[in-house]
């Protein structure tokens, strides 16, 4: 059973749907709405309040701001001790930003915020940072894709033991250019199906991204893998996606750095969640996923972001999901045959392999400008070539 990651608290969904409807996306504030299952005027209440008060204006209307008198610098440092302590993974760059966060909230009751290195030195001397950790970390090189949705990242964490003796598999999809993580999903299987029904669940929040990098290996399909006849072999998945006008994309075969991000993301996944829990089942994996995703969104200020949250940077794309898969369609001067048993096409008495994967389904065959020469497509992806002439 896959646990759907859109249920969430009221105020987590509120979080994230205000940043998403105040920032500069091309969807329009109807369909944003829709996407998140309320009314335009709740939106537009939830819009307003976010704007006259920060989130602490998402809060129910009997929660008052904290106020603040003068405080001593030992309960500034008490309060810097209690951040830490809460997300102990968190250094001196992300507390601060935090504090500050929670000062324009009226949450922080402090005239004053530390910088941060003196932030680091309260954390040093009250032992709660690893100095030779701290000292072999080094800052990473960055390159992303200039927006939103040009390419999400996919991949399986890796799967752990829960305390009723079966396995959780983590699936994490994350937007490349924001660090937005778009879905956070605990999946029972590894399986076509369950991928699929993931992703589908991502579209109708999200919508549809341009590319999509995975993995290699089932369910993605391989980098590059020709069968023997020299065709790409195609995987279920994929043939989904390319009917949705997705490209997916693979790492390169045993470099997991080419998914830098996801990596990256898996890394920060195991030490704040992983790390510290026990879970009993997957309903209370999806649940602990859920409250730590809004964090990880929404709360929790990002390095390679100038301490930004992900929210800040991400748009919901503008291609919705549709609830019919468009049909696949050919232009009159692609002739167009329908694949047969064992994945072949018949084409001037020639048999031709196109892949398993589009048994029943109809691909086109064109001419190129050489002489004797084909390309066999399934909607707009190239399948192969049939060269007559070098036969």
């Known amino acids: 059973m896959l646990m759907p990651f859109e249920y969430r608290t009221v105020m987590e969904q509120k979080i994230e749907f205000v940043l998403m409807a105040t920032a500069n996306s091309k969807l329009n504030f109807k369909e944003l709405c829709k996407r998140y299952k309320i009314s335009r005027p709740t939106g537009y209440k939830w819009v307003s309040r976010f704007k006259e008060e920060g989130i602490i204006g998402l809060k129910e209307r009997s929660r008052k701001p904290l106020q603040s008198p003068l405080k001593s610098k030992k309960e500034i440092e008490e309060y810097i001790i209690d951040l830490r302590k809460s997300e102990p993974e968190w250094g001196?760059?992300?507390?601060?930003?935090?504090?500050?966060?929670?000062k324009s909230?009226?949450?922080?009751?402090?005239?004053?915020?530390?910088?941060?290195n003196t932030i680091g030195k309260i954390l040093e001397r009250n032992g709660l940072i690893d100095i030779e950790k701290s000292e072999k970390s080094k800052p990473p090189l960055h390159f992303e894709y200039s927006e939103p949705n040009e390419l999400w990242q996919m991949d399986f964490k890796g799967y752990f033991a829960m305390l009723n003796n079966k396995h959780c598999h983590p699936l994490a999809i994350l937007d490349d250019h924001s660090r937005f993580n778009i879905g956070l999903i605990a999946c029972q299987n590894q399986m076509y199906l369950?991928?699929?029904q993931a992703l589908i669940e991502a579209f109708k929040t999200y919508g549809l991204p341009e590319r999509i990098l995975s993995d290699n290996g089932s369910p993605w399909g391989t980098a590059g893998q020709d069968t023997e006849t020299g065709v790409r072999s195609i995987s279920k998945l994929e043939k989904w996606l390319i009917t949705l006008n997705i490209k997916l994309i693979h790492g390169r075969a045993y470099h997991p750095q080419t998914q830098g991000k996801e990596e990256r993301f898996n890394k920060t996944f195991k030490t704040e969640v992983l790390k510290?829990?026990?879970f009993k089942d997957i309903e209370h994996c999806q649940n602990y996923f859920n409250t730590w995703r809004e964090k990880y969104?929404?709360?929790?200020?990002h390095e390679a972001l100038d301490q930004d949250v992900p929210a800040e940077h991400y748009v919901p794309s503008a291609r919705s999901y549709p609830d019919?898969?468009?049909?696949?369609?050919?232009?009159?001067?692609?002739?167009?045959?329908?694949?047969?048993?064992?994945?072949?096409?018949?084409?001037?008495?020639?048999?031709?392999?196109?892949?398993?994967?589009?048994?029943?389904?109809?691909?086109?065959?064109?001419?190129?400008?050489?002489?004797?020469?084909?390309?066999v497509y399934f909607c707009n992806?190239?399948?192969?070539?049939?060269n007559f002439k070098n036969d």
Not at 358 to 375: M, R, S, W
């Open 92 to 102: 001196p760059k992300k507390i601060k930003r935090i504090m500050q966060n929670h």
């Open 105 to 116: 909230e009226s949450i922080y009751p402090f005239e004053i915020i530390p910088c941060k």
């Open 194 to 196: 369950t991928v699929q």
């Open 276 to 278: 510290y829990n026990n």
């Open 297 to 301: 969104n929404c709360l929790r200020p």
């Open 324 to 375: 019919i898969l468009p049909s696949v369609d050919y232009d009159s001067n692609v002739s167009v045959r329908t694949v047969k048993d064992h994945g072949v096409i018949y084409f001037m008495g020639r048999k031709v392999k196109v892949g398993k994967a589009f048994i029943g389904d109809n691909v086109g065959v064109k001419p190129t400008n050489i002489d004797g020469k084909y390309e």
């Open 381 to 386: 992806q190239y399948l192969r070539d049939i």
